[in-house]
C-alpha cells in the first residue's frame, strides 16, 4: 500500500519545514508551495490526499485554493491554517467546503487529528455506504434534499447548526451525519441543554477536578471529553445561559477545554452539532444569545421540514411506525385510505413525535383488523402552528395537552352554537364522523 501525498502551501519556510517533518513521521510524503500558482501546478502534474494551505499567499488567497479542490473532477479533503484570532476567514473557507482549520501557532497534537481524520475520510470515502434513504423516511423533494445535504456534510467537520420544530428529527439528522462521516467509529454524545441545571453546566461540559466545588468527591470527565474523536450534539442550545455560551465559544475557537478546577487547558478533538426549536436569529437580535457563537455554530446550517411540509411521506411514515409498534412486520394492523388520508390533511403542531403518540393510541382502540380514521382520534380545530418560538402556546399557562384540549373544546362549541346544538350537522362542519364527534364530546365532558 503506497503512502499517501499531501500538499502543502505556505509562505513560512518555518511552518513548511514544520509541517513536512510532522506528516513525513506520520507516513505521509509531501509536496511545497510557497504561492498560489506553485500550488495549482503541482495539483496539474499529480493527484493528492490532502493539502494544508494558508490562507494569506503572496499571490492570492487560499480560499481560491479551497475553490478550486472542491470543484475539481476528484475533490480530497483541503484543511486551513489559519492566524490567531482570524476565526472569520477559516469559517468562511469550511463554508466553501474546506475540511477543517488549524490556528498558528500550530498545536501539533491537533494537527496529527486533523491529519488522520482527513486521510480517513479519504480512505472511507469510495467505499463508505451513504445511503441514508432506510433510516431518514420519505420521498419528498425536502426529503430527498435532507439526505443529500447529509451525504455533503459528512465530509466535513463544520460546526452544524440544525433547526426546525419540535418532534422534527434533529436528532436523527444529527445521529446520521455522525454515522456517515470518519468518526462513526467513535462516540456520538447528545444532550439536552435545557435539562441541565445552571449551576451543573460548566462541570456537565468541561469535567471537574476532585474538590473543586463542594460535592466533586471525584474527578468527572465532562462531554467534550465524553465525545472526543467523536461528535458532541447540543440540542436545545438556546438554553444556554450566558456564562456558559461564552466558555463553550472559547472551546470551539481553540478545541481546548478547561475542566473546573484544573490549572491547564486539555486539546479536545470534537466535531459540534447543534440544534433548537427556537429561532436563534431572532435571540440574538434582542441579546439573549452571543452573536459571535452564533456565527461559530452555525457555519452550515440545516433546516428539518415539519411533517405537514411533507404530508407525501405519511404513508411511508405510518407504515413504518406500525411495523416498529407491533414488533413485527407481518402482524401489523392494516390502515384505510380514509384515516391515511385524515392524516394528511392534520397538521401536526407535534410532528413526527405527535404521529407516533396517534398510531400508538389508535392501536390501542382499533377493532383488530383495520385502523380507521375514528381510531386516530385527532385533534379538531388545531391551527398552524405559528413560527415565534413557543409556537403561539405559553407552557406557563399549562401543559401543551391542555392547550390542544382547549382548542379543541372552543372549536366543537363553536360548531354546535353555529348549528343550534345540532350534534350531526355539527359533527359534518368538522368533517368528523358522529362516532369521533360523540367520543370528543365525552372526553371534554360536553355529552349533557
Given at each position: 500500500?503506497?503512502?499517501p501525498?499531501?500538499?502543502i502551501?505556505d509562505?513560512?519556510?518555518?511552518?513548511?519545514?514544520?509541517?513536512?517533518?510532522?506528516l513525513?513521521?506520520?507516513?505521509?510524503?509531501?509536496?511545497?508551495?510557497g504561492?498560489?500558482?506553485?500550488?495549482k501546478k503541482?495539483?496539474q502534474?499529480?493527484?493528492?490526499?490532502?493539502?494544508?494551505t494558508?490562507?494569506?499567499?503572496?499571490?492570492?488567497?487560499?480560499?481560491?485554493?479551497v475553490?478550486?479542490?472542491?470543484?475539481?473532477?476528484?475533490?480530497?479533503?483541503?484543511?486551513?491554517i489559519?492566524?490567531?484570532?482570524?476565526?472569520?476567514?477559516?469559517?468562511?473557507?469550511?463554508?466553501?467546503?474546506?475540511?477543517?482549520?488549524?490556528?498558528?501557532?500550530?498545536?501539533?497534537?491537533?494537527?496529527?487529528?486533523?491529519v488522520?481524520?482527513?486521510l480517513?475520510?479519504?480512505?472511507?470515502?469510495?467505499?463508505?455506504?451513504?445511503?441514508?434513504r432506510?433510516?431518514?423516511?420519505?420521498?419528498?423533494?425536502?426529503?430527498?434534499?435532507?439526505?443529500?445535504?447529509i451525504?455533503?456534510?459528512?465530509?466535513?467537520?463544520?460546526?452544524?447548526?440544525?433547526?426546525?420544530?419540535?418532534?422534527?428529527?434533529?436528532?436523527l439528522?444529527?445521529?446520521?451525519?455522525h454515522?456517515?462521516?470518519?468518526r462513526?467509529?467513535?462516540?456520538?454524545?447528545?444532550?439536552?441543554?435545557?435539562?441541565?441545571?445552571?449551576?451543573?453546566?460548566?462541570?456537565?461540559f468541561f469535567?471537574?477536578?476532585?474538590?473543586?466545588f463542594t460535592?466533586?468527591?471525584?474527578?468527572?470527565?465532562?462531554?467534550?471529553?465524553?465525545?472526543?474523536g467523536?461528535?458532541?450534539?447540543?440540542?436545545?442550545?438556546?438554553?444556554?445561559?450566558?456564562?456558559?455560551?461564552?466558555?463553550?465559544?472559547?472551546a470551539?475557537q481553540?478545541?481546548?477545554?478547561?475542566?473546573?478546577?484544573?490549572?491547564?487547558?486539555?486539546?479536545?478533538?470534537?466535531?459540534?452539532?447543534?440544534?433548537?426549536?427556537?429561532?436563534l436569529?431572532?435571540?440574538?437580535?434582542?441579546?439573549?444569545?452571543?452573536?459571535?457563537?452564533?456565527y461559530?455554530?452555525?457555519v452550515?446550517?440545516?433546516?428539518?421540514?415539519?411533517l405537514r411540509?411533507?404530508?407525501?411521506?405519511?404513508?411511508?411514515?405510518?407504515?413504518?411506525?406500525?411495523?416498529?409498534?407491533?414488533?413485527?412486520?407481518?402482524?401489523?394492523?392494516?390502515?384505510?385510505?380514509?384515516?391515511?388520508?385524515?392524516?394528511?390533511r392534520y397538521?401536526?403542531?407535534?410532528?413526527?413525535?405527535?404521529?407516533?403518540?396517534?398510531?400508538?393510541?389508535?392501536?390501542?382502540?382499533?377493532?383488530?383488523?383495520?385502523?380507521?380514521?375514528?381510531?386516530?382520534?385527532?385533534?379538531?380545530?388545531?391551527?398552524?402552528?405559528?413560527?415565534?418560538?413557543e409556537?403561539?402556546?405559553?407552557?406557563?399557562?399549562?401543559?401543551?395537552?391542555?392547550?390542544?384540549?382547549?382548542?379543541?373544546r372552543?372549536?366543537?362549541?363553536?360548531a354546535?352554537?353555529?348549528?343550534?346544538?345540532?350534534?350531526?350537522?355539527?359533527?359534518?362542519?368538522?368533517?368528523?364522523?358522529?362516532?369521533?364527534?360523540?367520543?370528543?364530546?365525552?372526553?371534554?365532558?360536553?355529552?349533557?
Open positions: 500500500m503506497k503512502n501525498f499531501a500538499l502551501v509562505d513560512e519556510p518555518d511552518i513548511i519545514e514544520l509541517l513536512e517533518i510532522t513525513t513521521r506520520m507516513g505521509i510524503e509531501t509536496r511545497s508551495a504561492t498560489l500558482g506553485q500550488a503541482l495539483l502534474e499529480r493527484t493528492f490526499d490532502l493539502c494544508l494558508d490562507l494569506r499567499l503572496p499571490d492570492g488567497d487560499g480560499l481560491e485554493l475553490e478550486l479542490i472542491q470543484t475539481s473532477r476528484t475533490p480530497f479533503p483541503i484543511a486551513v489559519t492566524a490567531h484570532g482570524n476565526m472569520d476567514t477559516a469559517i468562511t473557507a469550511m463554508k466553501k467546503g474546506a475540511f477543517d482549520f488549524v490556528s498558528k501557532p500550530v498545536d501539533l497534537l491537533t494537527l496529527r487529528q486533523l488522520g481524520n482527513a480517513k475520510f479519504a480512505e472511507q470515502a469510495p467505499r463508505k455506504d451513504r445511503r441514508t432506510h433510516t431518514l423516511l420519505g420521498d419528498s423533494l425536502a426529503m430527498r434534499g435532507i439526505r443529500s445535504k451525504t455533503k456534510l459528512a465530509r466535513s467537520q463544520a460546526p452544524v447548526y440544525i433547526h426546525g420544530e419540535s418532534g422534527a428529527g434533529k436528532e439528522v444529527a445521529r446520521l451525519i454515522q456517515q462521516s470518519t462513526s467509529d467513535k462516540p456520538f454524545v447528545a444532550i439536552n441543554c435545557g435539562a441541565i441545571p445552571h449551576e451543573l453546566m460548566e462541570s456537565e469535567g471537574h477536578k476532585k474538590g473543586s460535592g466533586a468527591i471525584g474527578d468527572k470527565k465532562g462531554l467534550f471529553q465524553a465525545a472526543d467523536g461528535t458532541l450534539f447540543l440540542d436545545e442550545i438556546a438554553d444556554l445561559p450566558a456564562s456558559l455560551q461564552v466558555k463553550l465559544l472559547r470551539i481553540e478545541k481546548k477545554i478547561r475542566p473546573v478546577g484544573e490549572q491547564q487547558e486539555i486539546p479536545v478533538d470534537v466535531r459540534l452539532l447543534s440544534a433548537t426549536h427556537r429561532n436569529a431572532e435571540m440574538v437580535q434582542n441579546g439573549s444569545f452571543r452573536q459571535d457563537l452564533f461559530r455554530i452555525n452550515i446550517d440545516l433546516d428539518v421540514p415539519p411540509e411533507r404530508i407525501d411521506d405519511i404513508p411511508v411514515l405510518v407504515d413504518h411506525i406500525l411495523s416498529k409498534l407491533s414488533g413485527q412486520p407481518e402482524s401489523k394492523p392494516a390502515i384505510s385510505p380514509a384515516a391515511i388520508a385524515a392524516l394528511q397538521r401536526f403542531p407535534g410532528n413526527i413525535r405527535e404521529l407516533e403518540n396517534i398510531l400508538e393510541r389508535a392501536l390501542a382502540l382499533y377493532d383488530g383488523k383495520c385502523i380507521e380514521e375514528d381510531d386516530l382520534n385527532l385533534p379538531v380545530g388545531i391551527p398552524v402552528p405559528n413560527p415565534a418560538p409556537h403561539g402556546y405559553d407552557p406557563c399557562q399549562g401543559s401543551l395537552e391542555d392547550y390542544l384540549e382547549a382548542i379543541e372552543k372549536a366543537i362549541l363553536q354546535l352554537k353555529e348549528n343550534k346544538w345540532n350534534k350531526t350537522a355539527a359533527a359534518k362542519q368538522l368533517g368528523l364522523s358522529f362516532r369521533s364527534f360523540r367520543y370528543r364530546l365525552k372526553k371534554l365532558d360536553l355529552d349533557n
